[in-house]
Every structure is written in C-alpha cells, then in structure tokens.
C-alpha cells in the first residue's frame, strides 16, 4: 500500500504562487504514476498534471502555462505543484494521487486511473 500526505495549501491573492508537495510513503517503489487533482463542492474531481516514471508530463488545459509538475530526483517519493498566476476559480480542495501504473496522456488526468490518494489541501485564492 501507499500513503500520501499533501501539503502547502493556504490562502493567497490573485496572480500569487503556491507550492504544493506530496509525500508517499510505503511502496513508493511501485509508484510510476503521479497525479493532481482538486474538486470543489457539487463538482467532478478534476484532473491538473500528471508525472509518468518522474520525466513525462501531462496538464489540462486549464492549468496548462501556470502550474509545474514536478518530482524531487533525490526524493523519489515527493512530488511538487508549482501554481503561478493563481486565479480565484482555482480556489479548491486539491489532491495527490498514485498508482503503479502507466499513465500518459490524457489518461494521467483521470481520476478513475489512480488507485491511491491523499486526504487533500485547501487552497484559496482570493
């Protein structure tokens, strides 16, 4: 099993920067496919970036420009969310997730590819 803890949300102005980590913990040598995601109320999780074997990236097109996956190489297990120009629509619940799977594409952006998922950070962009 995997766990993953999120960290780094909080409350920001429009067009500040947040960086979000997340730390897995357990098979994290399985791990091959990394993902964020956020929701908020009444809405679908939405799937932002995602990092194939720690090089291969994928973004929406929502945060395509703005936001930066990426993996620490000496930490393999902590991957970050760089947010620049932050927006009020991105204010959410967001979530890291992971599986031992191949993801590339657009397939890294659904939420029903990832099997392990952390509890979430608030982010507020006002």
């Known amino acids: 099993h995997v766990q993953l803890v999120e960290s780094g949300g909080g409350s920001v102005q429009a067009g500040g920067s947040l960086r979000l980590s997340c730390a897995a913990s357990g098979f994290t040598d399985k791990i091959i496919c990394m993902g964020w995601f956020r929701q908020v109320p009444g809405k679908e999780r939405e799937g932002l970036a995602a990092i194939y074997k720690g090089s291969f990236t994928y973004y929406s097109d929502s945060v395509k420009g703005r936001f930066t996956i990426s993996q620490d190489r000496t930490k393999k297990n902590t991957v970050y969310l760089q947010m620049d120009s932050l927006k009020p629509e991105d204010t959410a619940q967001y979530y890291c997730?992971?599986?031992?799977?191949?993801?590339?594409?657009?397939?890294?952006?659904?939420?029903?590819?990832?099997?392990?998922w952390g509890q979430g950070t608030q982010v507020t962009v006002s």
């Open positions: 997730a992971a599986d031992f799977r191949i993801c590339l594409g657009t397939q890294g952006l659904r939420a029903s590819e990832y099997v392990y």
